[in-house]
């Protein structure tokens, strides 16, 4: 069974700094692309990074782009997102996403986390 | 970057009516797209793929249809628990963007 386990969410300052991290379990994680997808309060989704199985590719939204790092470490099966500079904005439920087998959509999402930022 | 546009926002349905949710792409995404359903406090799902593909597992009262830059999600028969909020979301090119949502309510 695929499951993707978020932790590291929390409440942070504006400006501070916060690391996510997804424990992947029940799928060979070093052959699929991997993203975050977050969702403020009360609104809709919006995609925010994703990388590429090998970890060469990147891409992010250009709201948090120089702002929010993705990385992957394949031999932990795990997926983080580095976030910086953090802002009011920011404040979401994160959402950790496995790649689909054979296109490039979101099959397998955990249950998210939340992170707030306020002073 | 590719803007999603889903309409209506929210619609009031009975158990057993018909339901279409419509999403458009402001720029031609092929058959890129993906449907998701969320429940409230809930990870979303994938249900449709690649435009009119099921997903393993989803009721085949789903369907859903369209390319280019016109998509249509279909409920042929609402049941109890397909009430909930549905997003499109193309992935054409970055950044991958997704519609606003749709809720389906109980009328």
């Known amino acids: 069974e695929v499951q993707l386990v978020e932790s590291g969410g929390g409440l942070v300052q504006p400006g501070g700094s916060l690391r996510l991290s997804c424990a992947a379990s029940?799928?060979?994680?070093?052959?699929?692309?991997m993203g975050w997808v977050r969702q403020a309060p009360g609104k809709g989704l919006e995609w925010v990074a994703i990388?590429?199985?090998?970890?060469?590719?990147?891409n992010y939204v250009d709201s948090v782009s120089g702002r929010f790092t993705i990385s992957r470490d394949n031999g932990k099966n795990s997926l983080y997102l580095q976030m910086n500079s953090l802002r009011a904005e920011d404040t979401a439920v994160y959402y950790c996403?496995?790649?689909?087998?054979?296109?490039?959509?979101?099959?397998?999402w955990g249950r998210g986390n939340l992170v707030t930022v306020s002073s | 970057d590719i803007q999603m546009t889903q309409s209506p926002s929210s619609l009031s349905a009975s158990v057993g009516d018909r339901v279409t949710i419509t999403c458009r792409a402001s720029?031609?995404?092929?058959?890129?797209l993906v449907w998701y359903q969320q429940k409230p406090e809930k990870a979303p799902k994938s249900l449709i793929f690649?435009?009119?593909n099921l997903e393993s597992g989803v009721p085949s009262r789903f369907s859903g249809s369209g390319s280019g830059t016109e998509f249509t999600l279909t409920i042929s028969s609402l049941q109890p628990e397909d009430f909930a909020t549905y997003y499109c979301?193309?992935?054409?090119?970055?950044?991958?963007?997704f519609g606003g949502g749709t809720k389906v309510e109980i009328k």
């Open positions: 996403a496995r790649g689909a087998t054979r296109d490039a959509y979101f099959s397998y």
């Open positions: 029940g799928f060979a994680f070093p052959s699929y692309w």
């Open positions: 990388i590429k199985p090998d970890g060469s590719e990147k």
């Open positions: 720029q031609d995404i092929s058959r890129w």
């Open positions: 690649g435009a009119s």
């Open positions: 979301q193309h992935y054409n090119s970055y950044p991958l963007t």
